[in-house]
């Protein structure tokens, strides 16, 4: 009868353990940096959300980053160089580790060249007596100097 008392022991104990899984993570936007250029240098991402645990996985389309738990609520992930050699966007997710568990929603960071910024200008004509200056959204209008 001993042996049948292990089995069931046994069966119980491996039911609890399937039952066991990690939560659910979920990453908040935005990533640390929010973006990248092509062609630039590693380095480290920073993902922020919840439900994460100690060895879940940064993945970078799919691909597993070298990942470092900080909290429950950010990882740091190394991004190589190669991955951010040409423009494009990248999918990033977090898998919890074994025993499962779904991997997160998708965040996209995207590798461009930024997009410059435009600042209000004045600019004098040579004579002195008239400039353009920007209007704010309201664009270019003339105004006489003084």
């Not at 491996?14 to 990533?31: E, F, M, Y």
């Not at 990882?75 to 990248?90: D, E, F, H, R, Y």
């Not at 959204?137 to 006489?144: D, K």
């Amino acid at each position: 009868m001993k042996p049948l008392h292990f089995v069931f022991t046994c069966i119980v104990f491996a039911a609890g353990l399937a039952l066991a899984q990690n939560p659910v993570p979920l990453i908040n936007q935005s990533l640390i940096p929010a973006s990248a250029a092509p062609g630039g240098s590693g380095f480290t991402l920073t993902v922020n959300g919840t439900g994460f645990v100690s060895g879940a996985t940064v993945n970078w389309n799919g691909s597993a980053l070298a990942t470092i738990f900080i909290s429950s609520s950010q990882l740091t992930a190394t991004v190589p160089a190669s991955n951010i050699a040409k423009a494009g966007t990248a999918a990033i997710t977090v898998n919890p580790p074994p025993p499962g568990g779904s991997a997160s929603n998708v965040v996209f960071f995207p590798i461009a060249i930024p997009e410059l910024d435009m600042y209000p200008v004045s600019h004098s004509v040579s004579d002195g007596q008239f400039g353009v200056s920007s209007g704010g959204n309201s664009g270019f209008q003339w105004r006489q100097q003084t």
